[in-house]
């Protein structure tokens, strides 16, 4: 049985490259007997290997492939870098958990009936009593490329395969449709709810999930879950302008925002802003995965025709590779996903067509922080010649054919809505939703709402 590293992306160890140094973690050499004391618990392998891989900001991550009596398993471990476990001494240990593992299964078993192409989930525990001394998620591992290392490499061809395995997976978003607005959590949250697999070949419980409305602190537990875009809009802006107002003693920056915000949402209603748009775009409630960017999206190059008998000659396999394409193996990067109405889950993927990361040339506002609602909305116009000639057969390639499968949905759906979705009245309520949905807490937040104020001012003679 092995533990050794079977080599890593970045394998430097200097203080500035690792968590260890970054985030005051057990040293990896350390750590992987755990992890592997773990693997052990989980099932009977004959041999576990563990790779080191560089985690994101809130987990630490550890690729683990198990050599079973009759097959292999590659999976992945992701650890929470700062685990949420209610401090109840060393008594309450045991009863102890941290409820976002919880979601994260919930999520990830929701998506699996769902069919969303999300990785499957192996086993869990959302307690610290596990050999790692902390909760953990154990995933499939895909074999498929991140987007953003690839894309830019591919040809024309493979791009359009790729603008279509994105178009099916946004409209599949569509389909999954919820009674109500907010996060996706699991039904129950509490230390009953059985929190592991403690076997690998053992049945992992069911757990239910359910929408938990949106909420504007830690502090206040009203929920606020309306499938309407107007009503959800407003009232989380009342809702922060109100806790705002009791909380700050004379006036500042940040109770001035909330004023104008709340101001700058009844003008769009008095414009007919939500009246002017489709009821099937302002109401109801749909899948949203908030940081759909290419590197969390795994592609991969798959079939499309069954082969039996294998291939003998040259010109067979180059009949095989004649139907290879490109695909969506596994989205990645579920936490926190959200129930939204359709309009506020709108952004165009702009990167299908405008993968260049050369900022000199591509005139960013200042505080464009990977949110295309910050773009111009003409960015992106024939007049512009931002894009050459096969960049805007991307966009157009996309365009129609996210317009004729949403056709199947809703029949009234057609090109003039999706641009008033995504370039018009819909990228106005989106700027004033995030500021709604996720609140403000720093400085870049106030420059936001600034340039929000000011370009608003400038548009809004249009739609009076």
Not at 37 to 57: F, H, K
Not at 103 to 118: E, M, R, Y
Not at 376 to 383: E, F, G, I, L, V
């Amino acid at each position: 049985m092995s533990s050794g590293s079977t080599g890593q992306s970045s394998s430097s160890s200097t203080p500035n490259s690792t968590s260890t140094y970054e985030y005051s973690h057990e040293p990896y050499d350390t750590f992987k007997a755990k992890v592997l004391s773990l693997t052990q618990s989980l099932s009977s392998t004959q041999e576990i290997d563990l790779q080191r891989a560089r985690g994101g900001s809130y987990n630490r991550v550890v690729i683990a492939r198990l050599t079973l009596a009759s097959s292999c398993l590659a999976g992945i471990f992701r650890i929470p870098r700062f685990p949420d476990i209610p401090d109840a001494g060393e008594e309450g240990r045991t009863g102890a958990i941290d409820v976002n593992i919880l979601d994260q299964a919930a999520i990830l078993q929701f998506l699996a009936k769902k069919l969303i192409p999300a990785p499957r989930l192996i086993a869990f525990d959302a307690s610290p009593n596990s050999a790692i001394e902390s909760p953990y998620i154990f995933q499939e591992f895909s074999g498929g490329s991140a987007l953003d290392l690839v894309y830019g490499s591919m040809s024309h061809g493979e791009k359009i395969e790729i603008v279509d395995a994105l178009t099916d997976f946004l409209v599949r978003m569509e389909h999954v449709q919820f009674p109500a607005c907010g996060l996706l959590v699991a039904e129950s949250r509490s230390s009953s709810t059985m929190t592991k697999a403690s076997r690998l070949d053992d049945t992992l419980q069911d757990l239910t999930s359910a929408v938990k409305g949106f909420t504007i602190s830690t502090e206040d537990d009203s929920t606020y879950s309306s499938c309407s875009t107007k009503a959800l809009i407003g009232q989380l802006l009342a809702a922060r302008k109100e806790e705002d107002e009791t909380e700050s003693r004379k006036p500042n920056k940040v109770s001035s925002m909330w004023s104008g915000l709340c101001d700058m949402f009844d003008h769009m209603c008095s414009l007919g802003f939500f009246s002017s748009l489709n009821q099937f775009s302002v109401d109801g409630s749909i899948l949203y995965h908030w940081d759909l960017e290419p590197r969390n999206i795994l592609v991969k190059q798959a079939s499309t025709k069954d082969h039996n008998a294998s291939i003998q000659h040259a010109e067979e396999r180059h009949e095989e590779l004649a139907t290879m394409s490109w695909t969506i193996d596994r989205v990645i990067d579920w936490d926190r996903v959200q129930a939204v109405p359709p309009l506020l889950a709108r952004k165009p993927p702009v990167w299908l067509w405008d993968f260049s990361e050369d900022d000199e040339h591509s005139s960013l506002p200042s505080i464009y922080d990977g949110d295309v609602d910050l773009l111009s909305a003409s960015r992106y116009d024939r007049d512009e010649g931002r894009l050459d000639t096969q960049s805007q057969l991307l966009r157009t390639h996309f365009e129609e054919g996210f317009i004729r499968q949403m056709q199947k949905l809703y029949p009234e759906y057609n090109a003039e809505i999706y641009r008033e979705e995504t370039y018009g009245r819909g990228r106005w309520l989106r700027r004033l939703a995030r500021f709604a949905i996720h609140g403000a807490s720093d400085n870049q937040d106030v420059k936001r709402y600034t340039a929000l104020e000011r370009e608003w001012c400038t548009v809004r003679s249009q739609y009076e």
